[in-house]
């Protein structure tokens, strides 16, 4: 089912770029990809999402590849609120998420 | 101030026993969805209703209902509980069915004794 791979776990500097790859190669042309977060014993956190486009917003930037095979989830000034699991999703009409394992971020002083 | 909320957010019952979980949400969004996460974190979903009507059921014993009264409410009741039943269940909604982000509740945590 998995249609994303995600390093399982990654530390960054406080107050520096943490920047979390993502792969997926068998992407077809209407799935978007989607990124969340979860911090422990909350619910999954809504990050960004895009088509093919870069996209920016409050939280965080979303880069996406040309062939759009791969993406990469930047947080610009990493703090220790973080620190969390975040998930790559690629998703298509047909409204379904597979949370995969995600990658585990430490924020780290 | 709350988006969408779950009640209780800590079950624990033994098997045979039959238990609802609530959801609310006060987003005025339209779709409504259960996920359950089992211990490999993976989260699956289980059910989605678009203005009180089912649009998705996915391979589930149908002893977990769904029931949505209104738009802003869907809960979940799960009759004979069963060991396997042990997980968090999380609540989500959004605007709309397709390619938007949708929005999660803090989850419910079911432990079967």
């Known amino acids: 089912d998995a249609k994303t791979t995600q390093p399982p776990s990654m530390d960054c500097a406080e107050g520096r770029a943490a920047n979390l790859p993502c792969n997926h190669s068998?992407?077809?042309?209407?799935?978007?990809v989607y990124w969340y977060r979860q911090i422990h014993s909350q619910g999954p956190q809504y990050i960004i999402h895009?088509?093919?486009n870069n996209e920016t917003n409050e939280m965080a930037s979303l880069i996406i590849t040309e062939d759009r095979k791969s993406s990469t989830l930047i947080l610009p000034h990493a703090t220790l609120r973080d620190t969390a699991v975040y998930y790559c999703?690629?998703?298509?009409?047909?409204?379904?998420?597979?949370f995969g394992t995600g990658t585990s971020l430490t924020v780290i002083p | 101030d709350t988006a969408v909320s779950q009640t209780p957010k800590y079950l624990v019952t033994q098997m045979g026993n039959d238990k609802s979980i609530k959801c609310e949400q006060n987003?005025?969004?339209?779709?409504m969805y259960w996920y359950k996460q089992d211990s490999k974190k993976f989260l699956k979903i289980m059910f989605s209703?678009?203005?009180?009507?089912?649009?998705i059921n996915e391979t589930v014993p149908n002893r977990f209902s769904p029931k949505s009264p209104d738009k802003a409410h869907l809960n979940l009741h799960i009759n004979s509980l069963e060991l396997g039943d042990s997980a968090v269940y999380f609540c989500?909604?959004?605007?709309?069915?397709?390619?938007?982000?949708?929005?999660f509740g803090d989850g419910t945590r079911l432990s079967i004794l």
């Open positions: 987003l005025g969004h339209d779709t």
């Open positions: 989500a909604s959004s605007h709309g069915q397709f390619n938007q982000p949708q929005h």
């Open positions: 068998t992407i077809s042309g209407n799935e978007y």
């Open positions: 999703i690629v998703r298509g009409a047909g409204n379904q998420f597979y």
């Open positions: 895009g088509l093919k």
């Open positions: 209703y678009n203005n009180k009507e089912l649009i």
